[in-house]
């Protein structure tokens, strides 16, 4: 390799193209002087982009060839079996050929997290992959997982989203024994389904810092690090609290216009307004991983706009120095629920 | 029955007793001419409460003796089983018994839908009751049902909540045709489970306005009037909800507190921001109907202030003047699901 560390970029998927995602990512090979990538896609939609970058830093990006996109409305598929030339792939496979340590890409996630499983295949122990990503909570941010890979899940796939999970929160953003919880409808032993319960028994004897079950609310409370959920749940939770940000914006919009009292507070306190909205901003916290594969995939929104897609590129720097999939292997080997049907 | 509308209240569940339940119910019988009650519960601890009123409206209080409690606490079957005499069962007992109208509770959701459901019975064609309530969004508020009675539901159980939180939204809230969607991690109708894609099926050919699949984001941004959901998912969702709008209060709180500018800001902005906090306060729209069940039951929160369970009464009132139940009986006798197996 080129040098000590080596992402692939898909700069063709997504809502916003190379017009963004090139840039974004030509700014951290500044700021890492270790950093090279690989920019995939077709060369005459990717090179204009390059033009202000010369020298030493050019030096360290290559621009690999892919003629084909994956569409954000491809059935996954169909992504997977027909465009074997298409960026997402090609960058993929870069990845399976140990070309480079890290792959992020801004497009369709069913058709990425299809290909990433066929090409990479799951870490042994891994019944199947999951998404996670950082949520903003009180204090920091809180990890959950799944958000949507899997809609329903075995107790023990739940058990091995809390070894990811746990992984991810100690690699990625140095927690040192993150504490886990399993979301439910209600902290007693005897809430929630079979599955559940079995994996609550499960989790309290695994080699982890399993705190029990969590409500819909400690998912923002800063009570834990570490959130486990089935991809239903997660999807729909992750969505709300999308929801609930974006009405909280419009109802302080509309309060700041109100009349002329409240314009003028508009007015001086727009600083503050933003700080508040920074904080909740899902772009801070862009680039969700997909764990239980051989391999680091990054999932960056599809709309994401420059700096929270390059926020997407830092967590797969972050995973590659850390050398996540590893040490989730060997978090999971001696776990005892792995005694369990899958 | 000995005026126009007849509530029963149960004034000793919850967490602030009497002394908050008792004044709360008795300001409404001056703005509801046509109202009495019924405070059921021990008289030592409701009478003295009721010193301050005399005359007209003291006349339309009654105080129905109940020696016992529900504990907030109390495992469901065991409240049913052993508490015949708790203010919560008496005061379900008098709305079988025709001797109100509607019945209001801030105790543990658990055994109030239990003793609800043994004592009441379903609506004739209702598998399930489900537990409804108004959640704030975008340009008003959504209803979402269920929060949390049925940790998992069929197809048809799923279109029954359709039409109960349609004759809600109408009823309750005046909507015409209210637009009703079904909670799911995509739009697109290849997603989702079995169960979800039946109940899509079939909710297409009911008499109803339903507009189809919605996400998480969809909850609060007023895109429908009315999302259905399971128990497990409604109530994880309705806490993220609130886990959200805790973080959002401690995050301003902490940013106005940060410098002299925001410290400055944060007293002239007082008004305003009670403003939004108040547009997102639960307790603006507590009072969660128990829907399905041959009666009109209310769920006050248990920690409820004096305004927010003078909601829940004023929702008890509302359903009471529009007979909610009949309604949800109308308008489900004509649904082509009711051939579908339960």
């Known amino acids: 390799m080129p040098a000590a560390l080596t992402i692939a970029i898909d700069a063709m998927s997504g809502d916003r193209g190379p017009a963004t995602l090139v840039p974004a ?4 090979l500044a700021e890492n002087g270790d950093l090279s990538v690989v920019l995939v896609g077709r ?24 003629p084909d996109v994956v569409a954000m409305d491809d059935p996954p598929a169909e992504a997977l079996r027909r465009k074997r030339k298409a960026s997402m792939r090609v960058a993929i496979d ?22 990433a499983r066929f090409v990479l295949k799951m870490l042994p122990g891994v019944d199947r992959p999951a ?25 023990r796939q739940l058990c091995e989203f809390a070894v990811m999970g746990s992984v991810v929160a100690t690699d990625v953003h140095g927690l040192e024994r993150p504490r886990i919880g399993l979301l439910n409808i209600g902290t007693e032993e005897i809430k929630g389904n079979d599955t559940l319960k079995l994996a609550h028994q499960w989790l309290r004897a695994a080699a ?3 705190v029990g079950f969590v409500e819909g609310n400690d998912i923002m409370s800063g009570a834990v690090d570490v959130v486990v959920t089935d991809g239903f749940t997660g999807n729909v939770s992750l969505k709300t609290i999308e929801g609930a940000a974006r009405m909280l914006a419009d109802t302080t919009r509309r309060e700041l ?5 409240n314009r003028m507070l508009a007015l001086a306190a727009r600083p503050l307004l933003r700080d508040v909205a920074a904080r909740l901003d899902p772009g801070r916290y862009n680039g969700a991983s997909l764990v239980g594969l051989n391999g680091i995939v990054i999932k960056s929104h599809g709309g ?22 590893t040490q989730i292997g060997r978090l999971l080997a001696d776990q005892p629920f792995l005694e369990q049907a899958v």
């Open 257 to 261: 216009g109100r009349n002329l009292r």
């Open 131 to 155: 998404i996670i990503s950082a949520i903003p909570a009180v204090g920091g941010h809180t990890h959950m997982l799944d958000l949507g890979a899997n809609s329903s899940c075995t107790a």
């Open 304 to 325: 994401a706009d420059g700096p929270a897609f390059a926020n997407a590129v830092k967590t797969a720097i972050l995973e590659a120095r850390k050398g996540v999939p």
């Open 94 to 115: 870069l990845l399976r050929d140990g070309e480079v340590h890290a792959c992020v890409s801004a497009g369709n996630t069913g058709a990425l997290m299809a290909i």
């Open 25 to 28: 990512t030509l700014d951290l």
């Open 43 to 66: 060369p005459d939609a990717i090179e204009p982009h390059l033009a202000r970058h010369r020298g030493a830093i050019r030096d360290r990006v290559r621009v690999q060839e892919a």
């Open 208 to 210: 982890l810092n399993y």
